[in-house]
């Protein structure tokens, strides 16, 4: 990190940005005419800024709002936007664009376009096959989909019909499955005869079949055919064909609905037990999306907007939400680098996408593979990269403007499932710092706390939100006196939002984030970000990724490193002393690990998230809490009685620098 900005957009683009109409459009209401007023007024002047954004970004309701928010100084209890009645999905397709609304790409190379004429006709039959089940407000309609145009129809169907959604991608298994959808009883499941991953046909109708007999209440299974043009499904109860669903000539039916109306459940992670089911409003999603999409990520009608991402991670409802920016999404399904690391690439060039969105993992591993998409595809379309999932190494922002494109905004965006959108995004008035995220997202009083609940600057700490915002959730399904939602995220700080980041404001006022709070390192009582040490390792050509972890020493912690090798490379004497070095010119000899290992795999979540929760409690002896929210469970084999970890036996060379 420096102070000196990478890239810094140049006055024609920072004036034709929606970002800069707003700001102009409030002037008279700001100290200066800058992005740091213009973020104050929108914290201290809340009613003011959230009206503001409802016109701006052209908010349909079929009844207005008599107040913007009540309750403000409850955390959570605030009402927002009280009387009004609108409908998500009339937002994401009732403003009148025509030409291509979806493409659906594959890694096989299909090409499938919807057009807005036929989502709307697809999306109105849909729903009234849903009403014709029995679906109405409330309702449950759950999905185990890949990301595909029927995914987006049914997710739009059962929203303008006032139904609640929730999806999970079809790589869950049957109990990781079960532990979502068991709990908030789908009155009907969307689900795909299977799908294709990395060169492989994966048939998904045994799993469709034990899930859809597992749930109670459980009225009808909705099929599409993906991996045949015509798959048996009769061994999965009450199976319909999405097609005939899907046929019917008519126009959409939305639902008026009040703002706090339930859209969706996400769910957390289940690394630590069963998944917390976490439900979120079609008001506060819209608007927050709104907000994020017009004005930090500049999106307009007509762009081409597309989001690596599989529908059981938040980014696939943030990607959809695109739709009321009257973009083309760009939907993918499959590996993101098979047949070869230029897939995506070239999907790139020929979709001509102005908006390409993926995770830091992913730029990480591209780098990795030596391929440099600016020397194989041209990008002239390509205005924004946005990166979220795990804290974006300053190496990965020198390999985006070195070897795809050099006046792109490269967008480091950080938030969660929990609030369906993001604390900080990018922003298209400021400059991009190296290893940094560009600002705090307007509307959201974001701070970094130090231990006792005080603000910090330049100092790492907690990231809190220290008043409401529109996308707070409604709470936890199943969760009548709020119990588990308030001890989740309102009791570490009272009545603040505490979010589990461990993270620093700098002087610019951008953000540095250092990893989850809960996987910080505490050798000798020193608080240690595990991005700390990803950002310095992961450079060295040796090593495709790694995983930190603290473990439990004579009365104290010792950091622990695993790394996973590129084919042919061997973890010997010299690249481990290789290792601590640069660890300790990059970092400090504080980061410098007491062991390395090396190991052939590291667990994941689902979405692509590295688990050091469940590698600490493995080398610990201790059981993972939910093995069924990983997506490869067998890797944390290799970290089990490992004869290196056992105390009090010394490692060789154990946290002395070279």
């Known amino acids: 990190m420096t102070d000196e900005p990478i890239w810094t957009p140049d006055a024609e683009r920072v004036a034709a940005s929606n970002m800069h109409r707003f700001l102009t459009r409030h002037a008279e209401r700001l100290a ?40 403000f100084d409850r955390m959570p209890g605030a009402r927002w936007f009280d009387g009004a009645l609108l409908n998500y999905a009339e937002n994401l397709l009732d403003h009148g664009r025509e030409g291509v609304a979806l493409v659906f790409v594959n890694e096989r190379g299909d090409r499938v376009t ?33 990301n595909r145009p029927e995914t987006i129809v049914a997710s739009l169907a059962a929203a303008s019909i006032g139904a609640t959604w929730s999806s999970c991608s079809p790589d869950f298994g049957v109990r990781g499955v079960l532990d979502r959808f068991g709990q908030i009883e789908p009155k009907v499941l969307f689900a795909v005869d299977g799908y294709f991953y990395n060169g492989k046909s994966i048939d998904c109708r045994a799993a469709v079949a034990e899930i859809a007999a597992a749930l109670d209440g459980l009225e009808a299974v909705i099929v599409t055919a993906y991996r045949e043009a015509a798959p048996d499904t009769r061994s999965i109860p009450n199976a319909i064909d999405f097609n005939e669903t899907a046929a019917a000539d008519a126009e959409p039916d939305f639902e008026p609905l009040p703002f706090a109306h339930p859209l969706s459940i996400l769910y957390s992670s289940g690394t630590t037990g069963v998944p917390k089911c976490i439900v979120h409003s079609a008001g506060g999603t819209l608007l927050q999306h709104r907000k994020e999409h017009v004005l930090h990520t500049d999106i307009r009608p007509g762009d081409v907007v597309f989001y690596f991402t599989t529908c059981g991670w938040m980014m696939w409802n943030w990607l959809a939400s695109t739709l009321a920016c009257g973009a083309t999404v760009v939907l993918y399904d499959g590996a993101p680098l098979h047949p070869d690391p230029g897939v ?20 990480g591993a591209l780098e990795k593979t030596g391929y440099r998409p600016r020397e194989h595809v041209g990008l002239d379309a390509l205005r924004t990269i946005l990166s979220t999932g795990s804290p974006l190494a300053p190496a990965s922002f020198d390999y985006v403007y070195a070897h795809i494109g050099d006046d792109v905004q490269l967008a480091s965006i950080s938030g969660g499932t929990d609030i369906v959108s993001c604390f900080a995004l990018g922003n298209p008035l400021l400059p991009v710092h190296r290893g940094e995220l560009q600002s705090r997202g307007l509307g959201m009083n974001v701070s970094i706390f130090n231990d006792a609940g005080e603000p910090v600057v330049a100092e790492k700490g907690e990231l809190v939100c220290t008043a409401p915002f529109p996308s707070l959730p409604l709470g936890f399904w199943n969760d009548p006196d709020e119990r588990r939602y308030r001890a989740t995220y309102f009791e570490r700080f009272s009545g603040v939002w505490w979010h589990g980041d461990y993270a620093e404001l700098t002087a610019h006022d951008g953000i540095v984030m250092h990893g989850r709070s809960d996987s910080v390192l505490n050798p000798g009582g020193v608080r240690i970000g595990t991005s700390e040490i990803y950002r310095v390792v992961e450079q060295l050509p040796e090593i495709v990724e790694s995983i930190v972890v603290g473990q439990e020493w004579e009365d104290d912690t010792r950091i622990v490193l695993f790394v996973r090798l590129q084919d042919g490379c061997t973890l010997d004497a010299e690249l481990e002393r290789r290792i601590r070095r640069a660890i300790r010119s990059d970092a400090s000899p504080r980061h410098i690990p007491a062991a390395i290992l ?61």
């Open 32 to 71: 200066a005419p800058d992005y740091a007023s213009l973020h104050r007024w929108s914290v201290d002047q809340p009613a003011e800024f959230w009206a503001a954004v409802w016109d701006f970004c052209g908010i349909r309701a079929r009844a207005p709002y008599r107040t913007v928010v009540e309750h």
């Open 344 to 363: 995506l690439w070239r999907m790139a060039e020929r979709e001509s996408i102005t908006v390409f969105g993926t995770s830091a993992k992913y730029l």
């Open 114 to 146: 919807v057009s807005w004429s036929e989502l709307r006709r697809q999306v109105a039959s849909v729903g009234a096959v849903l009403r014709a089940l029995g679906v109405g407000r409330g309702d449950r309609v759950a999905a185990l989909m890949p």
């Open 598 to 658: 090396a190991v052939n795999d590291i667990p994941r979540t689902r979405s692509g998230k590295i688990v050091e929760l469940a590698v600490r409690d493995v080398i610990h002896g201790r059981e993972v809490a939910n093995l069924d929210a990983l997506a490869n469970p067998e890797a944390l084999e290799e970290f089990r009685n490992r004869p290196e970890l056992a105390w009090p036996r010394p490692i060789e060379g154990s946290g002395k620098p070279d």
